[in-house]
């Protein structure tokens, strides 16, 4: 009778715990890491995290402020560096790292911006401020049924190709471009790299 309470207590615990645990997963952002731990999970945002630490800007993007970021893959890096020769280079030099921190905060806005909001924003031709200030904005916008996000200097038109990677901070949405502000364009034309 003993080994059968003992098993009976033993079933208990068990489906208690599996309940528990299946309660925990199923909260948004309970089991996730944070934005900068999500992209380090992922090889194609090496870049991306890489200059994210060289700015200093992991502790920033590893709190509990809910942000939403606009997350270039190394493909996106690798093509600026084709259009811009040099600029690679440019931004990762210590000197410049004003610079390359206005280029990070120009890919993140404030709060959890997932894409029905951000469809919505992109049909009525949103422009929204980013972490680089109210007036550096990101303009939304839809083409082919493709949220569409151009950066403030003309120079790109970013496609969303996966939205709603969720973080424990807030989301990401992946895009193909890299984003450049107007006061990098104007640097970078200083510098005669664009």
Do not use: C, W
Request: hydrophobic letters at 50%.
């Amino acid at each position: 009778m003993k080994m059968i309470k003992t098993f009976g207590a033993l079933l208990v615990v068990a489906v208690v715990g599996a309940a528990l645990a299946a309660s925990a997963s199923a909260r948004p952002g309970a089991e996730m890491g944070t934005i900068v731990d999500v992209a380090a999970g992922n090889k194609s945002f090496s870049t991306l995290v890489s200059l994210v630490k060289a700015a200093g800007l992991a502790p920033a993007l590893s709190g509990t402020t809910e942000l939403t970021v606009f997350a270039p893959t190394n493909t996106a890096f690798k093509a600026l560096e084709k259009e811009v020769p040099g600029v690679t280079a440019a931004l990762t030099d210590p000197k410049n790292k004003a610079l390359l921190v206005q280029v990070l905060k120009y890919h993140v806005v404030a709060g959890e911006v997932k894409s029905p909001a951000a469809i919505a924003a992109a049909k009525q031709k949103a422009r929204i401020p980013t972490l680089l200030g109210k007036n550096a904005k990101l303009a939304l916008s839809l083409k082919g049924g493709k949220l569409k996000v151009a950066d403030s200097a003309g120079i790109h038109t970013a496609t969303v190709t996966k939205a709603d990677v969720d973080a424990s901070n807030g989301v990401i949405h992946v895009i193909d471009k890299v984003l450049v502000p107007k006061s990098v364009a104007a640097a970078l034309k200083k510098a005669g790299l664009l």
